[in-house]
């Protein structure tokens, strides 16, 4: 063995927890450890002697594809003369049906003479960790919400910093991996998540335990939800608490119920302002213009409600939905009627006024899921999923009756209301449907209901066969 004759360095490779094989340069065993023996289930009998072409080695890649001879780690190290660094690869015997998986790390000791020199290989099971990645599929596919955070440094504010959210997390927050990933998840709190709640979450923390909780959240763009939340930590095989796990489901259906839709969204409101100024102070420059810049792109200046532009992007991807799930689709336009007179009489800043106030009844009426915008000048656009269109009807009615319950007053102190004329559309979602056609025929429906005397709803029911 040469150099690794000495005593007290032989005593060490016997006693080493990490698998440790020795080679001469052309490849055969002189010297394998316990820790190797017992990873690679063989004698000293069976492995001392064997060079790289002899066929006792069966390694696999992380594929599973056969290693051939020239691509084993003694092989690599003789041929470039170099290390090979944390190649995983695994062994194959008939003593298991599954593999075992190692972390290979592999270098020269160059001798004077070429045929003293030796290669000497290293490696460690990680077969425990190969099977951990089914388990990431598992939380990735999950209908719950999974959030993974570290378990140290779990002061504000930048603790707990989070590690790992899965997909259900990305589509109930509006925060893609990558920005939430580094954050915390102090980011989703907002002015009505419990202080008790989350002392409590962060007193179990601390010690290290686990805690279940009921707190009020809230997405990228300001809209709350309740979480059903289950914490627990995380431990490595040396049992120390490394994470914390949150599995999280969501009970906003369940919570909002009992309330009132016009004081919650009230309360929406002041959340999202406070929200977007607690973002904006944590926010770097450059996220703040990024965030300005999407903001003149997809939001309407005045209504500050999506624009043409966001509301047929939206519309498109809430279709491929409608498509994916075999629903019916409704598109709507709304017109202010007599929009012209109330500019002429009151002036064009109470003909603002009425936009916003329109916009508004807009984000109180319709849902988180659905569609709605700016389609251009007093005209509205919105879409929604329906399960069949016996509802369509019903829905349009509401809206047309909440635009005609806002009053105004002018600046002379003379009340007046307003009212609207609404044309949709509702379809079968088709792999033919397109919005462009739905807003066609919406907009053929809104002309008739402005021609039969305004301050109506006229809806076009199409079938798959009359597409």
């Known amino acids: 063995m040469g150099n690794f004759e000495s005593p007290i360095l032989?005593?060490?490779?016997?006693?080493?927890?990490?698998?440790?094989?020795?080679?001469?340069?052309?490849?055969?065993?002189?010297?394998?450890?316990?820790?190797?023996?017992?990873?690679?289930?063989?004698?000293?009998?069976?492995?001392?002697?064997?060079?790289?072409?002899?066929?006792?080695?069966?390694?696999?890649?992380?594929?599973?594809?056969?290693?051939?001879?020239?691509?084993?780690?003694?092989?690599?190290?003789?041929?470039?003369?170099?290390?090979?660094?944390?190649?995983i690869m695994g062994v194959i015997d008939s003593a298991q049906v599954k593999p075992s998986w190692f972390m290979v790390n592999a270098y020269p000791e160059i001798a004077s003479k070429e045929k003293d020199s030796f290669i000497v290989i290293t490696f460690s099971d990680i077969t425990e960790q190969k099977g951990l990645f089914s388990f990431k599929?598992?939380?990735?596919?999950?209908?719950?919400?999974?959030?993974?955070?570290?378990?140290?440094?779990?002061?504000?504010?930048?603790?707990?910093?989070?590690?790992?959210?899965?997909?259900?997390?990305?589509?109930?927050?509006?925060?893609?991996?990558?920005?939430?990933?580094?954050?915390?998840?102090?980011?989703?709190?907002?002015?009505?998540?419990?202080?008790?709640?989350?002392?409590?979450?962060?007193?179990?923390?601390?010690?290290?335990?686990?805690?279940?909780?009921?707190?009020?959240?809230?997405?990228?763009?300001?809209?709350?939800?309740?979480?059903?939340?289950?914490i627990f930590p995380l431990t490595n095989r040396y049992n120390e608490v490394t994470h914390f796990a949150a599995?999280?489901?969501?009970?906003?259906?369940?919570?909002?119920?009992?309330?009132?839709?016009?004081?919650?969204?009230?309360?929406?409101?002041?959340l999202k302002v406070d929200l977007e100024r607690l973002i904006r102070e944590r926010t770097i420059e450059l996220h703040d213009a990024n965030k300005k810049l999407f903001q003149y792109a997809y939001y309407d200046v005045l209504t500050q409600i999506p624009n043409r532009r966001c509301f047929l992007d939206q519309a498109e991807k809430l279709l491929s939905r409608a498509k994916r799930g075999s629903m019916f689709f409704l598109v709507g336009i709304v017109d202010v009627?007599?929009?012209?007179?109330?500019?002429?009489?009151?002036?064009?800043?109470?003909?603002?006024?009425?936009?916003?106030?329109v916009a508004e009844c807009f984000s109180l009426f319709f849902r988180q899921e659905d569609v709605f915008g700016r389609y251009g000048g007093e005209e509205f656009g919105f879409c929604i999923l329906l399960e069949d269109d016996s509802q369509a009807?019903?829905?349009?009615?509401?809206?047309?009756?909440?635009i005609s319950a806002?009053?105004?007053?002018?600046?002379?102190?003379e009340n007046f209301t307003i009212t609207a004329s609404i044309g949709v559309c509702v379809s079968e979602a088709t792999p033919s449907l397109s919005v462009d056609t739905q807003l066609k025929k919406a907009d053929i429906a809104l002309y008739k209901a402005k021609g039969d005397g305004r301050n109506k709803v006229e809806v076009m029911l199409v079938s798959a066969i009359e597409k």
């Open 10 to 87: 032989k005593n060490l490779l016997e006693n080493a927890n990490i698998a440790v094989v020795i080679h001469r340069w052309d490849t055969s065993v002189v010297y394998a450890n316990p820790t190797a023996l017992r990873l690679l289930r063989l004698t000293h009998e069976q492995i001392l002697g064997k060079d790289a072409l002899d066929p006792v080695w069966r390694f696999i890649d992380e594929d599973k594809h056969p290693l051939s001879s020239d691509q084993f780690p003694v092989t690599q190290v003789k041929r470039f003369k170099g290390p090979v660094n944390n190649m």
């Open 247 to 270: 599995i999280q489901r969501d009970i906003t259906q369940e919570i909002y119920s009992a309330e009132q839709l016009e004081s919650n969204n009230k309360k929406l409101k002041e």
């Open 337 to 357: 009627d007599y929009f012209k007179n109330i500019n002429d009489t009151f002036g064009h800043d109470m003909g603002d006024k009425v936009l916003i106030k």
């Open 137 to 230: 599929a598992i939380a990735d596919n999950s209908a719950e919400i999974v959030i993974v955070t570290e378990a140290d440094d779990l002061a504000a504010p930048l603790g707990p910093r989070i590690v790992y959210v899965n997909e259900a997390f990305v589509k109930l927050t509006g925060y893609s991996r990558e920005e939430a990933i580094g954050e915390t998840p102090r980011i989703l709190q907002g002015k009505e998540t419990d202080p008790a709640e989350l002392k409590r979450i962060s007193t179990a923390l601390k010690n290290r335990s686990s805690v279940s909780a009921k707190v009020r959240n809230y997405t990228k763009t300001g809209h709350p939800y309740w979480l059903d939340i289950n």
């Open 406 to 413: 806002l009053c105004f007053t002018s600046e002379t102190h």
């Open 393 to 402: 009807v019903g829905i349009c009615e509401r809206l047309r009756v909440s």
